[in-house]
């Protein structure tokens, strides 16, 4: 964690006029980051009231919550110890009000020069991944084999935007850290290109292309998707390609150009693309990569390239082999979303992403000799067309179980491969890998037990219905 003195922030953003009694300060709150771990433990807050606009809104960084400035005086009050970082302006909106606070010509534009400042001063190279789905998990297991040998600072947000990205810049890089590990997500088409010119990546990959985000500012097609995803390649030197992938697969480099097809996306520094599943397969439930035997939390097609990418990141930067595969092995899910659970006495892969159709489509993809799906409850924010395709899966497993309140259900009961439920004893008589599916668990809870499960059940059900 970075701290900075009055004198050291007034050479980089000159402070106009100062009133408090702090001197230093080991946290500026700019933006939640993850990890509040770091704001909780800080004694000395320097607050940024962040406000937004109009142009944020259009570019589709839609967070309302990090617009700080319009509940300034909320703040002040919840916050007395807070020193705010203010303008002019301000200054004369505040002047009824008692609270410490220096004064600067432009908060957003200090902001800029605080995170240009940090990042111009460290060496660490930045890793970013993109794709439609497995991004959080890639970037957790790039950075799990990479914390074995070098610092490395995880950039995380369930949507990470630029004002999140120099809020974790300002506050946590340092001369120490050697590599910044991030993903990309897509939510209008340059938002992988805007994140990827914030911070001038080094090493990049482009993983999978599927639906996701679909229709989304003009993105119509699966090959938009590529070309906006592969914008990734602008910058770095060095690009990792799931070659196996239909949509990917289109991509290739001539003389410093980036083509999808015949039709040039932009100029690159990557002179020629790494294949990630070269030399990659499975055998019972362990990955093999380079003949090294890897056993993932769960063993999916997504898993055989989540888990490679992260296996030849680490040879490429000098990880030796038996230390990657180490790191590999005690790996587990980044989030609480996807990971291994005892449900009333039975093992299964717990599944709460928020989302029905790609994270059902990727639990289809699973290499388990016998697998099994479970769906306790439907993400209500599924399009009814969109929701009707997942029955289109149902047939990659060997049974699907439905519970008889969920929604949709109409769509799905007569399905050949689906039998409705009631209660959880069914799992008992279940001899292979079972996949409980609960869009939204994770939204109220950090970590599955029966307990919360049961609540959420009997007492928020309907609420959680409207507010997915």
Known sequence: MNTWSLEK????INIKEVKTDVISFDHLRITAIADKKYEREAKNILFFPITLGDDVVRDGWIIKLLDLRKNIINYIKDKPD??????????????????KYIVVDDIMASIDKLFTYTLEGSNAK????????????????????????????RLYSKRLTPIIIKAYIINLLTSNTDYIVLEASIWYRDHVKKICDLLKTDICALINIDS??????????KDDLCKYKALIFEHPTIGFINETDNYISNLHISDNLLYYNNEKICQTNVNKFIPIMENVSYKGDKILINDKSIKPFVLSKLSLVEYALAY????????????????????GPVEHRLEPQNIFGKDVIFDSDISTYERIKQLAGNLY???????????????????????????????VYLFSDIAYLKYFKDHKNVTIVSNHDFMKKIDGTIFYHYSGYYRSFDKFNVENLKYIENERYKVLERRD
């Not at 000799?369 to 969109?386: C, M, P, Q, W």
């Open 82 to 99: 807070y020193t705010y970082v203010i303008d002019d302006k301000m200054k004369e909106e505040l002047k009824e009000e008692e609270f």
């Open 369 to 399: 000799d016998k697998s099994y799906l479970v769906i306790r409850k439907f993400g209500s924010a599924e399009h009814t067309n969109r929701m009707i395709k997942v029955k289109e899966l149902f047939d990659k497993f060997d049974r």
């Open 126 to 153: 930045k890793i970013c991944v993109t794709g439609s789905v497995g991004k959080t998990t890639t970037a957790g297991l790039i950075e799990d084999v990479l914390k074995t040998k070098y610092n490395v600072l």
């Open 212 to 221: 996701s985000h679909l229709n989304n500012d003009g993105m119509n097609t």
């Open 9 to 12: 922030l007034n050479n980089i």
């Open 312 to 331: 030849k990141i680490g040879t490429y930067l000098g990880i030796d082999n038996a230390t990657i595969t180490l790191a590999l092995n005690n790996a």
